[in-house]
């Protein structure tokens, strides 16, 4: 649902901050126009200057705002205040403020701390969001709704101790149901009555029930999702237009999966700790841009906030190094947003925020480089124009499920240090091989639709959810190629385990195995995966690093294509391939080292064909492809490494903002970024 047909740019500002300064909002009109930009996302935080008292709206100077933007050529996406409350609010009617896993009710205080129950605050939220929809919501200026901010958090007050247990009862009818589910028998924890249900509060003693706090996450998710929607439909009374919320990549609070369909379109905020020694962050700032695109593979998103130059929050607020923000600029672009929004547009003089980048400093002009890095970025963008609401073709899907992730850092078992179980780490060390072959990748949950890939990467899907085994089997049988790996199809969606042959469901037929039991290694413990010399793969080497995690499993009809090299499952398969139906699908049973991974998913990679282009890329440059409507290419190279490289193309193209002819070499400076076409 797209109101936009320019690539944004622009980002949060808050003018309510300067409502004394009319020079300082009538400079920024002009500011504004010299940095390119041509969108801000406004009120995010101004309820108390919409709503001063208790009923009494005052909207007059927002009026003022957006229509001096809008004869600007500047469109406003207009949010719901709802991520702060005035203080008469929390004074009146505490109810509205968050009580903790201690039971302590929040005074007044920051943000993002009201209860998301709250019959008063859902009341207060629809009169104001109805008092803006009515007022801005057919304005021509107005593009889009940015309802709240960054939901997230919890609350357990005894509204939503009340709200929890009313989920449960509508989840499992009975008791005895819920008893089932939750094997409650175990440490004679049994619910005789819904009431003796609570949220799993801060508790003394050990944590019985795993399913109570997989239950909690998925209400307090729907809990949110619900509250959205109540803003949405307030927003509705009056307008039509296309509502967003800023999500938070890969944010383990909320299962993103279930604002699929009140978002009319995906956003995120992205502040990725660039220059901080971590030679997976381009790769896995990649890897958000995917998963958050994965939510609406279809659709482009946009990428509502990044900083135009330091992250104040951050441990080291180190700066862009130059190239590096047109860089970052452009690979959200790549990965699909059409627009390039900062947080924030101005540096507020006080609070916490003051030394966050801005597009415009404390000195208020435009003699910065943070604000010529910005400018150049509009100059792109204008010349890119092309690009909006092309389309992000991927035939790779990552699967990432925060379901399951939940579930696995809540199990006890395997390793309980450090990283917990590692899910991240594998589903990034999955990722990361793609990102190197220059492969277009959504990074998916087990609600996706697998039939529209030909490759999907599913690691450690510990929890089956409902549906994904008979999803994956026929995605298999169909033709498709599947990469499963060790604690997979262990528990169902209640976290229960499955009885006789894992993975359950039906996927050890899919795979051609039964796993039996796993091994947990200290940090120090090595095996190995080596590779037999027969299976047909081109590996570089016999022979890779096996760490962390060795799942022994016995073979029924998959073929084995590698060993474990030690201990006493040495010569047990530790990589394998079973062909079922039309298609294959591989196990790779051990947790091994990244140039593993690099050449094994490099090489089906290159075999079925998934590259952007035909290319190899150097270290450090990573390669996407959008496509426009008439089925025009743009391949946007991207090198992330701090020296030139160079990429030889393997046809000629041209440069999508010159027109300018390219063949043979193609050079990238540090941090440069290029956009070519097909000719
Ligand atoms: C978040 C918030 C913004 C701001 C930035 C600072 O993304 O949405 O309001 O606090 O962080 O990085
Ligand atoms: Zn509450």
């Not at 440059?621 to 991207?638: P, T």
Request: aromatic share 12%; glycine share 8%.
């Amino acid at each position: 649902m797209r109101t936009w047909n320019v690539l944004l740019h622009g980002g949060d500002y808050n003018p309510g901050q300067w409502l004394e300064s009319p020079e300082i909002l009538r400079e920024d009109v002009s500011l504004m126009k010299q940095a390119g930009c041509n969108a801000f996302s406004v009120g995010i935080f101004d309820w108390e200057r919409l709503e001063p008292e208790e009923g009494r709206y005052e909207l007059d100077w927002l009026a003022g705002i957006i229509d001096r933007l809008y004869e600007n050529g500047i469109y406003t996406i207009l949010a719901t205040p709802s991520g702060a409350r005035p203080g008469w609010m929390a004074e009146k009617y505490p109810e509205v403020m968050r009580v903790n896993e201690y039971g302590q009710r929040d005074r007044f205080s920051g943000r993002h701390n009201h209860c998301y129950t709250s019959p008063v605050y859902r009341e207060k939220v629809r009169m104001m969001n109805r008092a803006l929809s009515e007022r801005f919501g057919r304005h021509p200026g107005v593009l889009l709704w940015h309802i709240s901010n960054e939901y997230g958090g919890e609350c357990h007050c005894e509204l939503c101790q009340a709200a929890f247990r009313a989920w449960l009862r509508a989840r499992y009818g009975t008791l005895e149901n819920l008893n089932r589910a939750y094997w409650s028998s175990f440490w004679s924890h049994s619910y005789a009555s819904w009431d003796q249900i609570t949220s799993p509060l801060a508790r003394v003693g050990e944590t019985a029930h795993h399913t109570l706090v997989l239950d909690w996450k998925r209400f307090v998710t729907d809990q949110t999702a619900d509250f959205m929607r109540a803003e949405k439909e307030a927003i509705r009374a009056f307008s039509d237009l296309p509502v967003t919320t800023n999500m938070m990549g890969f944010y383990d609070g909320l299962n993103y999966g279930k604002f699929r369909d009140v978002c009319d379109v995906i956003s995120w905020d992205n502040y990725p700790h660039w220059h901080n020694g971590d030679e997976a962050l381009p790769a896995r700032t990649a890897m958000t841009h995917d998963m958050m695109r994965g939510l609406k593979p279809d659709e482009p998103f946009l990428m509502m906030e990044s900083s135009p130059s330091a992250t104040n929050w951050v441990d080291v607020a180190k700066l862009r190094r130059p190239g590096m923000h047109m860089l970052a600029s452009l690979q959200a672009v790549a990965h699909g947003s059409d627009s390039v929004l900062y947080f924030q547009w101005r540096k507020g003089r006080g609070g916490c925020e003051k030394f966050h980048g801005a597009v415009v400093g404390h000195d208020g002009t435009a003699n910065t480089r943070v604000f010529r890095d910005v400018a150049a970025v509009g100059e792109r963008l204008k010349a890119l124009q092309g690009l909006v609401g092309s389309a992000f073709p991927a035939r790779v899907a990552v699967v990432h499920d925060m379901e399951n992730r939940w579930a696995l850092e809540e199990m006890k078992g395997l390793r309980n240090i450090q990283h917990q179980k590692g899910y991240m780490e594998d589903v990034l060390a999955m990722y990361r091989p793609f990102f190197r072959a220059g492969v277009n990748v959504d990074v998916v949950d087990m609600e996706a639709d697998f039939s529209r890939y030909s490759l999907v990467v599913a690691p450690m899907l510990y929890m089956l959810r409902a549906g994904a085994a008979e999803k994956l089997a026929r995605f298999v049988e169909q033709g498709g190629t599947l990469v499963g790996t060790g604690w997979t199809g262990i528990v169902d969606e209640n976290d229960l385990c499955f009885l006789g042959s894992v993975p359950g469901q039906g996927l050890d037929t899919v795979f051609g195995l039964t796993e039996t039991e796993i091994d947990a290694l200290y940090d120090g413990d090595r095996n190995s995966l080596s590779l037999t010399p027969e299976n047909g793969l081109p590996f570089l080497r016999r022979s890779y690093e096996v760490r962390e995690l060795c799942q022994l499993v016995e073979t029924t009809t998959a073929r084995t294509l590698g060993v474990y090299g030690s201990d006493f499952y040495a010569g047990t398969p530790a990589l394998t391939v079973n062909t079922y139906g039309r298609g294959r699908a591989y196990f790779l049973a051990c947790r091994t080292e990244q140039p593993f991974l690099d050449q094994f998913l490099g090489y089906l990679s290159r075999t079925l064909g998934l590259r952007c282009l035909d290319v190899d890329l150097p270290e450090g440059v990573s390669l996407n492809e959008r496509r426009d409507a008439d089925g025009r290419a743009y391949y946007f190279f991207q090198n992330f490494s701090d020296h030139p490289a160079e990429v030889t193309l393997p046809a000629p193209l041209s440069e999508a903002e010159t027109g300018q002819p390219c063949e043979g070499a193609l050079h990238l400076p540090a941090y440069g970024v290029k956009v070519l076409t097909e000719r």
